[in-house]
């Protein structure tokens, strides 16, 4: 299957919209890593001052759970499942289901591989 198991390590993911106000949004910059089954991420911009996620991925599956610092000075954390799919130009696309475990909350966001970190 074309995109299929293509690795994440060193790409850089950026959301496609805005979520609620006070969360991860359009200049938020995700920095993927993976190796042997692993992944994790750093994650920084908007409200968000720094972020991590870990877990693994299974196929073109992802489950992990993701822990920020906001802007605000307070923390939250969650677990989120992906799935790993890619554009017709080439680039990768996460679409993801996600809730939030520190506080109530869940929903669905999508972020897409940036060619241009500058953007």
Do not use: N
């Amino acid at each position: 299957m074309p995109g299929s198991h293509r690795s994440l390590d060193g790409l850089v993911l950026a959301p496609v919209a805005d979520q609620a106000p006070g969360q991860v949004g359009t200049r938020t910059r995700f920095t993927y890593h993976e190796q042997d089954g692993e992944i994790w991420a750093e994650y920084a911009g908007g409200d968000v001052v720094r972020g991590h996620l870990v877990g693994t991925r299974d196929g073109d599956r992802l489950d992990f759970r993701y822990v920020q610092l906001k802007r605000d000075g307070t923390t939250s954390s969650g677990h989120c499942v992906s799935l790993v799919t890619e554009l017709p130009d080439g680039r990768v696309r996460l679409e993801e289901t996600w809730e939030w475990e520190s506080q109530p909350g869940s929903g669905t966001s999508v972020v897409e591989q940036v060619t241009d970190p500058g953007r």
